[in-house]
């Protein structure tokens, strides 16, 4: 006999306003309380549950691109301009890794030892990994034909995955200076990615509205998730493997919606059009899963309550 299952819904809990110039990174903390939220003028913290802002980082910096929270939940990595900055939560401290490219796309090992940022534009486009600590150069991982526009570590931390502006997804080993596979991706750029919590598996969007998931081992696509009008700027896997969230946008409006998607069965389980008054940025889940986070041109944040 098979139990029914109950519908999965999204259902709107708040919004961060005040986002200068759009809503650009949004990345939760660990422990699920503290967002950090980034806009055309610095770095925002909120308490998600107070629903009140903690703390503003202001500095002589560009629009931020993208966040990343240490594995720990003290230290916050930002991306801007050709600068990475680094803020100790709680004491004040500051840091910062200077690049000789634009920085788009910044992770932390899962181990905390490390970060990786990359970006592009210049004459080399590269990923580097610093020592989290030191800062101090690693490696650097070559093998890309045009910039990148999106990274991520692999939970286990055996591989980082780029997207980049020809469409393709490239993987490393952290030690190996040229990419093991290359997925053909997509046929606009690749603009997002994300790993199964298993590490097995990517998703990928990219600017012809498509998401794909992929099986690295085998470098096959596993499955398309079609349903977007619009490009697909945001895409990220629930950290229990249950759902995979996509955000899209457009000049003309037509598609700004928030999805989510079951990756086993390759169909839409919710959807809210328009979820935003404006292209979607970024997408992060709680760390249990219950809640995202969406961050807007529209200069909202937005919470979103996962329901069934």
């Known amino acids: 006999m098979t139990i029914p299952q109950p519908p999965i819904s999204l259902r709107r809990l708040g919004s961060f306003s005040d986002h200068a110039g759009g809503a650009t990174a949004v990345a939760w903390a660990p422990g699920g309380v503290t967002l950090a939220t980034g806009d055309g003028r610095g770095v925002h913290l909120w ?47 500051v840091a910062r890794i200077e690049a000789t490219e634009w920085v788009v796309s910044i992770a932390w090992s899962p181990d905390g030892r490390f970060i990786a940022y990359g970006g592009g534009g210049g004459e080399v ?21 045009a910039p990148i526009t999106a990274l991520a570590w692999s939970p286990d931390g055996q591989m980082i995955a780029a997207a980049a502006h020809d469409g393709a997804v490239r993987c490393w080993t952290p030690a190996s200076a040229d990419p093991f596979v290359r997925l053909p991706g997509h046929d606009e750029a690749a603009w997002c990615l994300s790993w199964s919590p298993n590490s097995r598996m990517l998703v990928t969007g990219g600017l012809d509205g498509k998401c794909s998931v992929w099986d690295v081992a085998a470098r096959v696509e596993l499955r398309e998730l079609l349903g977007h009008m619009g490009w697909v700027y945001a895409v990220a896997w629930s950290p229990d493997g249950r759902f995979i969230a996509s955000g899209s946008g457009d000049p003309q409006g037509i598609d700004r919606s928030l999805r989510l998607w079951d990756p086993l069965q390759s169909v839409e389980v919710a959807n809210i059009d328009p979820a935003h008054l404006d292209v979607i940025h970024a997408i992060d889940w709680s760390p249990d899963s219950h809640r995202l986070a969406t961050a807007s041109a529209d200069e909202r944040v937005t919470i979103w ?4």
């Open 305 to 308: 309550q996962i329901d069934g």
């Open 47 to 93: 308490d998600v549950i107070q629903g009140a802002k903690l703390n503003d980082f202001f500095g002589p910096m560009d629009s931020i691109t993208d966040l990343a929270w240490s594995p720990d939940g003290i230290t916050l990595a930002a991306s801007s301009g050709r600068t990475v900055w680094l803020w100790g939560k709680g004491s004040g401290g």
């Open 125 to 145: 486009d590269a990923i580097y990994v610093v020592d989290a600590t030191t800062s101090a150069p690693v490696t650097t991982l070559r093998g890309i034909d």
